[in-house]
């Protein structure tokens, strides 16, 4: 687990009711074949931001900018020292926030175009980071199994915890702020109690890695890709049993929830999961997800820069109507077939 690439890709688990049909966008980013690690909604905007990285961990790697209306233009905000593996950005729009592959902190002010550089201030490698609801502090976790709360106005670190020695692969956090979930590579899910960062238990997910996690139903239950090809629910609480609600051919790794509770996950290979009606692949391996509110899932490729799933409608075609009975002609005062206004067909068929 140490030192090593996680490869990432998504399985998406878009309830859609079956008439609705996924669609990829033919338009791509131009990155010079960096791989889009990340990706973050700008406030409720049109605007994302992105984390890049390639091969070569150690290079320079840039957090870009991009509209999700036209995601083949990108615009370089800052640069990171290493490859850049997560990044996020407040409501407002004011502060951008990245982690690298040497454990290295960035913060960006969008207004003056100010990028301050914390290194090592989450000591090792992260692959994971996520914003408080508060807007006010980060969550990290490090590939040696620490957890960090970040002040971002006081520029430090203000709460920190160890668990059980495994990498940390994903964060979530209720929409309270009242509790984080810690994924790792033990195939653990680790509960913390915020802002003091207490753990209050533990869920077991299998000894494969626990890849990703997400907070659904106000923060009561969690969902949770496997290195074991399955994408796992259950409730929120420590020992908690859980129920396979997709299963994927290769590693889950990436999980999305829409504003309305869609979810999104990933598997390595970039095959794109539909369970309630169909599935598709991306043009290259995925690496990132996000959602523009809940009609566009944008993923972030290993090959291909940015490309876009949405939902394409079409009309259901209507039941043919009963062909008419013909009409017969009766001799004038014949009583013959004479039915009642009031009295309903005798074979059960209606005037509908």
């Known amino acids: 687990m140490k030192s090593s690439v996680v490869v990432v890709a998504i399985l998406a688990a878009l309830f859609w009711a079956p008439e609705n049909q996924a669609y990829c966008e033919d338009a791509v980013s131009d990155v010079d074949g960096a791989w889009v690690t990340?990706?973050?909604?700008?406030?409720?905007?049109?605007?994302?931001?992105?984390?890049?990285?390639?091969?070569?961990?150690?290079?320079?790697?840039?957090?870009?900018?991009?509209?999700?209306?036209?995601?083949?233009?990108?615009?370089?905000?800052?640069?990171?020292?290493?490859?850049?593996?997560?990044?996020?950005?407040?409501?407002?729009?004011q502060t951008v926030a990245s982690v690298d592959y040497r454990g290295n902190l960035m913060t960006f002010n969008t207004e003056g175009g100010e990028a301050k550089t914390f290194e090592k201030a989450f000591e090792r490698w992260c692959q994971a980071l996520v914003l408080m609801p508060d807007q006010k502090s980060v969550i990290a976790g490090n590939e040696g199994g620490k957890v960090f709360l970040w002040n971002l106005a006081d520029a430090k670190v203000a709460k920190s915890v160890e668990l059980d020695g495994h990498a940390v692969t994903g964060l979530a956090v209720s929409p309270d702020g009242a509790m984080a979930a810690a994924c790792d590579g033990g195939g653990h899910v680790h509960l913390l109690k915020l802002p003091e960062l207490e753990a209050v238990g533990k869920i077991e997910f299998g000894t494969e890695p626990a890849w990703c996690v997400a907070m659904i139903d106000d923060g009561k239950k969690l969902v949770v890709g496997s290195g074991d090809r399955n994408l796992y629910q259950c409730e929120a609480v420590a020992d908690a049993k859980s129920e396979v609600i997709a299963k994927g051919t290769d590693w889950i790794t990436q999980i999305a929830v829409s504003p309305a509770g869609q979810i999104a996950a990933s598997e390595v290979g970039g095959r794109l999961h539909?369970?309630?009606?169909?599935?598709?692949?991306?043009?290259?391996?995925?690496?990132?997800?996000?959602?523009?509110?809940?009609?566009?899932?944008?993923?972030?490729?290993?090959?291909?820069?940015?490309?876009a799933a949405g939902r394409s409608w079409s009309w259901s075609k209507p039941k043919p109507k009963p062909a008419a009975a013909p009409e017969t002609t009766k001799p004038a005062g014949s009583q013959e077939g004479k039915v009642d206004d009031e009295t309903p067909p005798q074979d059960g068929s209606t005037d509908e």
Not at 43 to 53: E, L, P
Request: proline letters at 6%; charged letters at 15%; hydrophobic letters at 45%.
């Open 38 to 93: 990340s990706m973050a909604r700008v406030g409720d905007s049109d605007k994302f931001v992105a984390s890049t990285a390639s091969g070569l961990l150690l290079r320079p790697a840039d957090v870009v900018s991009f509209e999700a209306s036209d995601p083949a233009v990108l615009m370089t905000l800052y640069s990171h020292p290493a490859a850049v593996w997560r990044v996020v950005a407040t409501g407002d729009g």
């Open 274 to 307: 539909f369970p309630a009606s169909d599935s598709m692949d991306a043009p290259s391996g995925v690496w990132s997800l996000a959602w523009n509110g809940d009609g566009q899932l944008l993923v972030g490729t290993r090959k291909s820069g940015v490309v």
